[in-house]
């Protein structure tokens, strides 16, 4: 192998590795943070009762109240799934996950798409 080759990709692989750290060190960062974020909590669907209720009394069984509740709700997901998205602090992530009914919590996540090579953001 040339050796101006082995050391642009030596240089390279070193950037890439330098890139990962940082943004493993940002997102853990992130993550020990207390203040709330958004998460898409995933539950059964409810049986005998409107699924936005169901939801209102689950968050509110870790949030002490139906007001702080109505609050930190953003969105109930009724019709592809059973679920919402509510503003969580990592201690109430923990809290959420552990009541009957929850399936699964996830980090709501924003992507950016692009059109193609000339419209890139």
């Known amino acids: 192998m040339n050796r101006k080759i082995f050391l642009s990709l030596f240089c390279f692989i070193i950037a890439l590795y330098c890139l990962i750290e940082m943004a493993e060190s940002a997102d853990a960062r992130e993550s ?23 939801h209102l009394r689950t968050l509110a069984s870790v949030l002490g109240s139906e007001e702080a509740a109505k609050d930190a709700l953003i969105y109930s997901y009724k019709t592809a799934a059973s679920g919402f998205s509510a503003k969580l ?19 709501s996540r924003t992507l950016q798409l692009h059109s193609g090579p000339r419209n890139l953001h």
């Open 32 to 54: 020990s943070s207390s203040s709330p974020a958004v998460h898409i909590i995933y539950t059964e669907k409810p049986q005998d009762e409107q699924p936005e209720a169901y």
């Open 89 to 107: 602090t990592p201690e109430q992530v923990s809290e959420i996950s552990k009541q009957p009914g929850v399936l699964q919590v996830v980090p």
